[in-house]
Nanobody
Framework: VQLQASGGGLVQAGGSLRLSCAVS????????MGWFRQAPGKEREFVTAIIWSGDKTNYAESVKGRFTISRDNAKNTVYLQMNSLKPEDTAPYYC?????????????????????WGQGTQVTVSS
């Protein structure tokens, strides 16, 4: 299973970006999918996750109301719409896939719960 994240870039505070994560090698239709980020010198941080069916989501408090995760199982792709970006959102963003069908609707996800990872796509928000 290969995950390819794209869509990162440089944006001013208050701006928007849309990240995509295209998956190949297996259908993601039964997987929980997630996004994490890792600022320099910090641990990988949970951002958001979405259940296999797309009708339940989980967001970190720091991004709730600003970020939206979605998925298109027919295209084997997951998206992250990021609005009202802040300088503290600056980090490489990683998409991840969890083979289990367990989904946590609230609370923290650890990186260890995900089985497959893509390379990061850099998001830089200038003040």
């Amino acid at each position: 299973v290969q995950l390819q994240a794209s869509g990162g870039g440089l944006v001013q505070a208050g701006g928007s970006l849309r990240l995509s994560c295209a998956v190949s090698g297996r259908t993601i239709s039964t997987y929980t999918m997630g996004w994490f980020r890792q600022a320099p010198g910090k641990e990988r941080e949970f951002v958001t996750a979405i259940i296999w069916s797309g009708d339940k989501t989980n967001y970190a408090e720091s991004v709730k109301g600003r970020f939206t995760i979605s998925r298109d199982n027919a295209k084997n792709t997951v998206y992250l719409q990021m609005n009202s970006l802040k300088p503290e959102d600056t980090a490489p963003y990683y998409c991840a896939a969890d083979r289990s069908q367990f989904f946590r609707a609230a609370g923290f996800y650890s990186a260890a719960e995900f089985d497959y990872w893509g390379q990061g796509t850099q998001v830089t928000v200038s003040s």
